[in-house]
């Protein structure tokens, strides 16, 4: 069988799936109504992600634009709009098999911006559950991780991750630390206040605060880590392959 060989209108996937057919032919990623979820949500996620670009040049807006595209929220909703619009609009298929593993690493980075952002950067008096936001940040801190979380969970896959895949999702957030600091300590803007050794507290504090943040992102990666290869199983059961030469549309 080839790995492109259609079964009806669905690709067949790579590796094939094995267990719960219909169940998983129903939540296939190549779904009419997932892939226009998936084109509509990434649209609307770039669309805010416009529109906190346009107030960032309004005069008396706390942020210019280059200090917006150094937040952790817009880079990493910015990668996942264009990858939630890929998904949906190429078949399955053609996409590589690392692509499964980019996604869970982008589910990550948005899971974990709607906990750091009820966490350590809303107002204090702002419920965690509200969803009574300025409509960008509604759709950045709460309608994303949201369905990040929820296709990572629903949408059928079958390449399971290694077990290494945890740590190594974790490279984007300890560089962007990084980044954050030499910025910061070039121009004297941080990109949030957890993260700002000026502040009360000084560097004591930053780290304490930094510590925490990076045990959050190992614990939940390894829960995303975790779910998606119990996704797999209910595909595949527990021998689907972590690496698999994907064949040429024309094979």
Known sequence: MSLTEK?????????????????????????PSIRAIRILVGFIVLAAIVQKTFDATLPGNDVDIPQLYSEFTV???????????????????RLPLWWDQMFGALVLYLVMTGIIYIVLVAPPEEPWWTWDLYWPQMVHHRLAPLVAALDWILVTRTVR?????????????????????????LDGWYVYDFLDPTL??????????????????LVVSLLVHAVGNARVALATGKTALAATPRASPSS
């Open 7 to 31: 079964d009806g209108r669905l690709a067949v996937l790579a590796p094939p799936v094995r267990r719960n057919f219909a169940f998983n032919r129903a939540l296939h990623p190549d779904r």
């Open 75 to 93: 880079q990493a909703n910015l990668a996942f709009g264009l990858v939630l619009i890929f998904s949906g609009v190429r078949r399955h298929a």
């Open 161 to 185: 991750g290694p077990w290494w895949r945890p740590l190594a999702w974790l490279g984007y957030p300890v560089a962007f630390l990084a980044f954050s600091w030499i910025r910061g300590g």
């Open 200 to 217: 009360d507290g000084g560097w004591v504090r930053v780290l304490g605060a930094t510590g925490q943040v990076l045990i959050a992102f």
